[in-house]
DNA sequence: GTAGGGTTAG
């Protein structure tokens, strides 16, 4: 199409006026597939003005259904005319002559794939039920699950996928994708469904090569990052492998991903090598290496990069600054933390949005400075919402502040009536000071609404398979020699003089009931299992989807000593890297 | 004779 003689003409224009006196003069005199080719090249060329395009558009008296979706698919690919895109669209329905067929809908469907414009999805599919006859095209199909899957509705995504009989790369790479990122919204809050979504993902990608189609980069991205959701290290490892075998190219995408996954699976260092390896970085593969620094505890390394990236001449984005203060928090580095901060506004030129604000009440509050953290909070320019109040709270338990803790509770409550660690982070607040009548107030509270406790589970992955574990969970095939195994681990700590810190449990009840409650925190019983099933050489890696609590943090640390075995955690935070009796977070967590 | 769907970081 690009060699049309009338095309190549028009390529010799340089300046925008040419081609529209050009293009004038072939409306003027009818010439419909040479608008067609103008227009296609308007809309391809960087001289795209979706104004000039639209005013060329109103002279053609009798647009074709061609026409309007050319012109509606570039207007969805500039992301910012959306709203011209659908009135084109509607100016389809409202000629009598004309229908939308199913060129004009994969476009339509991929601008409803994100806010603010996903409402407009589900009447979208009624017409598409209205105007097309099954069986269905496969853009049209994979336009629709993947606009699905964004909206939240990944059951009917994948009803959807299973009626096609014959799915192509793409629409495996969509639905692949939608299991991979429905649990990577909030990175580390791993919970059980997330879990299972990236497990979902990965039993895909084994369907998906039974039926013969060739995994692709894209498709891989996808993979990787359901690894490192799972903190699945043999799988993210086999993918990468996949990716050299395959002579996939090591593209930003896969680079990034797998430069995160790593670091999510706890190798820092497998994580920096590759990302050394890579040869173009742009901003989301530093945000990825400056997380990962970050999640670790290593904040001055975090730090060095960020300075490094802008040598590069590389422009930090909200992320990038989200990620580094998040570094300076869990390293100690206040002042650091703090220059950031106002850095975005000066030398970046960002407006600070809330979760910058987020970062600076936690780097605040973490380092005990409550009450300037509780002021910048109440003087922010936004309504503070229920993270960033958690923040708070989490810093005034941190400090023993009970007063900021209840007042900031409070709110939270009020944002959130249903979030039960809200109530169980006040509880463990009374618990530590004795309160048992306040610590009973809450209870009965939680009780009153229906809230109940999140369980903490525990993912291990052991010679590659997964393995999940409950608090007190008794369903694991080898359940009887775990438990076996916790009474010993538990001898064995007490000849090191350990004492179990009973104020973590929740509720007022004996002393000894307590112990037994803590003793089988899903970490325990995922590391007594680790400990009978794993080569004593390996490591521990393990997820945990809430934050470890104080006495698993003491128990885990003295394992490390007792049993001379490495023990990386990843909780919902950050990670806890466990040797010879101490952890990397030094207490910032 | 022409147009349409999928990927990375917090």
């Given at each position: 199409m690009l060699n049309h003689p009338i095309l190549q003409q028009l390529q010799k224009c340089h300046s925008l006026n040419t081609l529209k006196q050009a293009h004038a003069q072939m409306v003027t005199t009818g010439l419909s597939l040479q608008t067609y080719y103008l227009s296609h090249f308007l809309n391809t060329?960087?001289?795209?003005?979706?104004?000039?395009?639209?005013?060329?558009?109103?002279?053609?008296?009798?647009?074709?259904?061609?026409?309007?979706?050319?012109?509606?698919?570039?207007?969805?690919?500039?992301?910012?005319?959306?709203?011209?895109?659908?009135?084109?669209?509607?100016?389809?329905?409202?000629?009598?002559?004309?229908?939308?067929?199913?060129?004009?809908?994969?476009?339509?469907?991929?601008?409803?794939?994100?806010?603010?414009?996903?409402?407009?999805?589900?009447?979208?599919?009624?017409?598409?039920?209205?105007?097309?006859?099954?069986?269905?095209?496969?853009?049209?199909?994979?336009s629709l699950l993947n606009f699905y899957a964004?909206?939240?509705?990944?059951?009917?995504?994948?009803?959807?996928?299973?009626?096609?009989?014959k799915p192509d790369l793409a629409t495996?790479?969509?639905?692949?994708?939608?299991?991979?990122?429905?649990?990577?919204?909030?990175?580390?809050?791993?919970?059980?469904?997330?879990?299972?979504?990236?497990?979902?993902?990965?039993?895909?990608?084994?369907?998906?090569?039974?039926?013969?189609?060739?995994?692709?980069?894209?498709?891989?991205?996808?993979?990787?990052?359901?690894?490192?959701?799972?903190g699945a290290l043999s799988q993210g490892a086999w993918a990468h492998g996949y990716v050299?075998?395959?002579?996939?190219?090591?593209?930003?995408?896969?680079?990034?991903?797998?430069?995160?996954?790593?670091?999510?699976?706890?190798?820092?260092?497998?994580?920096?090598?590759?990302?050394?390896?890579?040869?173009?970085?742009?901003?989301?593969?530093?945000?990825?290496?400056?997380?990962?620094?970050?999640?670790?505890?290593?904040?001055?390394?975090?730090?060095?990069?960020?300075?490094?990236?802008?040598?590069e001449g590389l422009v930090p984005d909200g992320a990038t600054i989200v990620v580094t203060m998040f570094a300076c928090s869990h390293g100690g580095l206040v002042e650091e933390g703090l220059e950031i901060f106002e850095s975005t506004k000066g030398v970046h030129g960002m407006e600070p949005k809330l979760e910058h604000y987020g970062c600076l009440i936690d780097l605040l509050g973490r380092a005990g400075r409550l009450k300037e953290a509780e002021e910048r909070l109440q003087n922010m320019p936004m309504k503070p919402n229920a993270i960033l109040w958690r923040s708070l709270l989490g810093a005034a338990r941190l400090h023993g502040n009970l007063e900021m803790g209840e007042a900031a509770l409070k709110h939270l409550i009020e944002l959130e009536p249903e979030t039960s660690g809200n109530y169980v982070l006040l509880s463990n607040m009374y618990a530590n000071s004795a309160k048992w009548n306040d610590v009973k107030r809450v209870r009965?509270?939680?009780?009153?609404?229906?809230?109940?406790?999140?369980?903490?589970?525990?993912?291990?992955?052991?010679?590659?398979?997964?393995?999940?574990?409950?608090?007190?969970?008794?369903?694991?095939?080898?359940?009887?020699?775990?438990?076996?195994?916790?009474?010993?681990?538990?001898?064995?700590?007490?000849?090191?003089?350990?004492k179990p810190r009973t104020s973590e449990v929740l509720f007022d009840v004996e002393e000894e009931d307590k112990e037994d409650f803590l003793s089988y925190h899903s970490e325990r019983l995922a590391i007594a299992f680790a400990l009978i099933a794993s080569p004593s050489s390996f490591p521990i890696r393990m997820i945990k989807n809430l934050r470890?609590?104080?006495?698993?943090?003491?128990?885990?640390?003295?394992?490390?000593?007792?049993?001379?075995?490495?023990?990386?955690?990843?909780?919902?935070?950050?990670?806890?890297?466990?040797?010879?009796?101490?952890?990397?977070?030094l207490g910032f967590w």
């Open positions: 060329s960087s001289k795209f003005d979706s104004a000039y395009a639209l005013t060329i558009f109103n002279r053609i008296p009798t647009p074709t259904v061609f026409l309007y979706n050319t012109l509606i698919s570039s207007l969805t690919r500039l992301g910012d005319q959306t709203h011209l895109a659908f009135s084109l669209y509607s100016r389809i329905l409202t000629h009598e002559t004309l229908q939308p067929n199913s060129f004009t809908f994969p476009s339509l469907f991929k601008a409803c794939s994100s806010d603010p414009w996903l409402q407009h999805g589900p009447p979208l599919h009624t017409h598409v039920l209205k105007f097309l006859q099954p069986p269905y095209d496969h853009f049209v199909q994979a964004k909206y939240g509705k990944l059951c009917l995504s994948r009803y959807l996928f299973n009626q096609i009989s495996w790479n969509i639905m692949l994708a939608a299991y991979a990122q429905s649990a990577s919204h909030i990175s580390y809050s791993t919970s059980f469904e997330d879990a299972d979504m990236s497990l979902e993902a990965l039993y895909l990608f084994s369907d998906m090569l039974l039926s013969q189609i060739k995994p692709n980069e894209v498709t891989l991205v996808a993979l990787i990052t359901a690894c490192s959701n799972l050299l075998r395959n002579n996939l190219k090591l593209n930003r995408f896969v680079g990034t991903a797998l430069v995160d996954m790593y670091s999510k699976c706890g190798c820092l260092n497998l994580a920096c090598q590759l990302f050394d390896q890579l040869s173009d970085r742009d901003t989301f593969c530093y945000n990825a290496m400056i997380g990962g620094f970050a999640a670790h505890g290593h904040g001055s390394q975090a730090l060095e990069l960020y300075r490094k990236m802008k040598v009965m509270l939680m009780k009153d609404r229906g809230v109940d406790k999140l369980p903490g589970f525990s993912l291990l992955e052991i010679n590659g398979a997964m393995h999940e574990f409950l608090t007190g969970d008794r369903a694991h095939p080898f359940s009887k020699e775990i438990y076996l195994k916790i009474g010993e681990i538990n001898r064995r700590l007490q000849e090191y003089g350990h470890v609590c104080g006495d698993c943090h003491t128990i885990t640390k003295l394992i490390s000593l007792a049993y001379r075995r490495d023990i990386i955690v990843r909780d919902r935070n950050r990670f806890h890297h466990f040797k010879d009796g101490s952890c990397s977070c």
